[in-house]
Each structure stands twice: as C-alpha cells, then as structure tokens.
C-alpha cells in the first residue's frame, strides 16, 4: 500500500481563491456588480442544492435523477447578508459567500456538506467546503481573544480586526491525524468509539497537540486509545473537515498484530484487528457499517481493500 490518496471529498475545489484580490475594494466593488458574478448562500451549514441526494442521505440506493448541484444565484438574487469572497474560476466567473436565511428556490432543499460534499462535483465540492468553515469561524470567533472587543471584518471575509488594539485574527483550522494501522498479516485495526452506534467502527483519529509533530500525534494517539507502538509512518494525504473547524491528515502506520489491544475506556468501547475477508463478512452481515467516502478513513480503508467496501453508504 504504497503512494497518496488519489480522491478525497472535500479536497477537490477547483476555483483561485484569489488571495491578493481581498483588500481590492475597488476589485471587488466590481465583481459584485458584474452580472456573471455568482453567489452560494449558507445558513448554519446549508445550501440550496437541486438533483438527487435525498436517497444517498439514507445509504440507500441513488435514484438515478441528475446529480446534486448547488443552487448559484447572481448578485442581484442574492440576500442581504455577510458577503465573503470565494474566488474566481478559469473563465473570469467570481464567486461570492453570503451568510443568510435560504431563499426560496423551486426545485432545491437544504442540504450539508454531510449530505452532499462526496455527491457534489468538485467546483461545487470546494466552493460548499470554503464557505461552511468560513461562516462557522466567523460565527464563533466575533470577539478579540486579547481585550474582547467585537473584531470587524476585513479582507473579504478572511481576516477580522480588533477596532481597540489593531490585532488580525484568522480563521481556525485544528489539525487532526488520522491513521490505518496494519499489521505484520496484513490486518487493519479498526475500533469503536464511545459515542458511536453498536455497528460504527473505523480506523483511529486524534487531534495534535501543542509542541507536537504529526508523527508524534500519530504515535500518541495509538499508543493512548488501543495500547499499541507503531512504526513506519507514512503520510498518506489531507482534507479539510469544517464540521466544525478540523484538518484532517491521513497516515499510515504499522503496529504488531500479536500484542494485546488495551482500548482506553474514555474513547474506544472495543477494537479488533481484520482480514479483507473478515470486514467483508463482518459488513455484509451488517455487523459493522462503513464509512461512507465522505471521509478519509473510507478512503484510507478502501485503499488497503482494494476497492469499495460491500453496501457502502453514497456519503
């Protein structure tokens, strides 16, 4: 199992942010009227989207309707709301966030990146990710951390200012690893965490702490919720997952498969080890339920099965 992951979800926007164009008033001025100019609206993490998705939301079957893509309006459509700058794709066409009520649109529903971000192509895959981590920062984060004055907002959504002491305050992203760890056969280890249902199970993750390397959390995070060393660490690929505010880094690693697993009880209900042919049995008989390829542990998981898992969910 050698080489990067070749297709993640929420990886594949395909716009130029146009970083150098966000303090442009006048740029920007002018792509707000320009009539090409498109506009996404969010509302607590959804979009308007037209196209199948319902079904998929369930794991069940596509409906075999077009594909789910989000409803774009022009600027003179769009709400009046927080606007935040998007980018701009190879044909001129600029893209604008607005944080606002949804409007009423024919043919279109609510949806979420969990919903839709592994449906959606990849323009809209990455414009609908940009925009939810976006609107959860601004949300969260409106009061400076240093004196608690409210900060305003600047650089086309991407930065916000403290009016009292002049700091730049930008948008959070909290690293994560997240590894497939193997086995001298050839075993994966998946586990249970302590919150999920009967039938979850995936591979381990954690969050990277202060003063520590990737590596380092990799080794840690084994160590503390199964009990086991690891070797060989690889770096398998990346994706960000603002659900609310993650960037999650996919390894691989490898661990001896004949030591006993001591699963943290804080974290993990139970792990065990699995040949291709036990996780096929184990899904089929629907004792466990795999991750949809939303994630990057589907896709980490897939990689060492070699192909899709049995009655894989559509997100």
Same mark, same amino acid.
């Given at each position: 199992?050698?080489?990067?992951?070749?297709?993640?979800?929420?990886?594949?926007?395909?716009?130029?942010?146009?970083?150098?164009?966000?303090?442009?008033?006048?740029?920007?001025?002018?792509?707000?009227?320009?009539?090409?100019?498109?506009?996404?609206?969010?509302?607590?993490?959804?979009?308007?989207?037209?196209?199948?998705?319902?079904?998929? +939301?369930?794991?069940?079957?596509?409906?075999?309707?077009?594909?789910?893509?989000?409803?774009?309006?022009?600027?003179?459509?769009?709400?009046?709301?927080?606007?935040?700058?998007?980018? =701009?794709?190879?044909?001129?066409?600029?893209?604008?966030?607005?944080?606002?009520?949804?409007?009423?649109?024919?043919?279109?529903?609510?949806?979420?990146?969990? #919903?839709?971000?592994?449906?959606?192509?990849?323009?809209?895959?990455?414009?609908?990710?940009?925009?939810?981590?976006?609107?959860?920062?601004?949300?969260?984060?409106?009061?400076?951390?240093?004196?608690?004055?409210?900060?305003?907002?600047?650089?086309?959504?991407?930065?916000?200012?403290?009016?009292?002491?002049?700091? #730049?305050?930008?948008?959070?992203?909290?690293? +994560?690893?997240?590894?497939?760890?193997?086995? +001298?056969?050839?075993?994966?280890?998946?586990?249970?965490?302590?919150?999920?249902? +009967?039938?979850?199970?995936?591979?381990?993750?954690?969050?990277?702490?202060?003063?520590?390397?990737?590596?380092?959390?990799?080794?840690?995070?084994?160590? =503390?919720?199964?009990?086991?060393?690891?070797?060989?660490?690889?770096?398998?690929?990346? #994706?960000?997952?603002?659900?609310?505010?993650?960037?999650?880094?996919?390894?691989?690693?490898?661990?001896?498969?004949?030591?006993?697993?001591?699963?943290?009880?804080?974290?993990?209900?139970?792990?065990?080890?699995?040949?291709?042919?036990?996780?096929?049995?184990?899904?089929?008989?629907?004792?466990?339920?795999?991750?949809?390829?939303?994630?990057?542990?589907?896709?980490?998981?897939?990689?060492?099965?070699?192909?899709?898992?049995?009655?894989?969910?559509?997100?």
């Amino acid at each position: 199992m050698t080489g990067g992951l070749e297709w993640l979800a929420l990886a594949r926007g395909t716009l130029d942010r146009v970083a150098l164009r966000r303090r442009d008033d006048d740029w920007l001025a002018a792509a707000w009227a320009d009539p090409r100019t498109r506009v996404l609206v969010v509302d607590d993490g959804r979009s308007l989207v037209t196209g199948s998705f319902g079904a998929a +939301a369930t794991g069940s079957p596509a409906t075999g309707g077009p594909d789910p893509a989000l409803v774009l309006l022009p600027p003179a459509r769009a709400p009046e709301g927080d606007r935040w700058l998007l980018g =701009e794709d190879d044909d001129g066409t600029v893209y604008f966030g607005v944080s606002a009520p949804l409007p009423a649109v024919e043919g279109a529903e609510p949806a979420g990146l969990r #919903q839709v971000g592994a449906l959606l192509a990849d323009r809209d895959s990455g414009l609908l990710t940009h925009l939810v981590a976006l609107e959860q920062w601004h949300a969260t984060h409106r009061f400076c951390p240093r004196c608690g004055t409210e900060t305003e907002v600047a650089s086309a959504g991407h930065v916000r200012v403290c009016p009292a002491d002049g700091s #730049q305050h930008f948008p959070r992203v909290d690293p +994560a690893v997240i590894m497939l760890v193997t086995d +001298a056969s050839d075993r994966i280890l998946l586990a249970r965490g302590t919150r999920w249902a +009967a039938d979850r199970r995936s591979i381990l993750a954690g969050f990277v702490e202060p003063g520590e390397s990737l590596e380092q959390a990799v080794a840690r995070e084994v160590e =503390e919720e199964v009990g086991l060393a690891v070797r060989d660490v690889r770096y398998a690929g990346s #994706q960000p997952w603002p659900l609310p505010r993650s960037l999650m880094l996919g390894f691989t690693a490898t661990a001896d498969g004949t030591v006993p697993l001591r699963p943290d009880p804080e974290e993990i209900l139970d792990a065990a080890w699995y040949t291709r042919d036990e996780l096929r049995a184990a899904i089929s008989a629907g004792e466990i339920v795999a991750p949809g390829p939303l994630s990057i542990a589907a896709q980490l998981i897939m990689r060492w099965y070699g192909g899709e898992l049995p009655s894989m969910p559509h997100f």
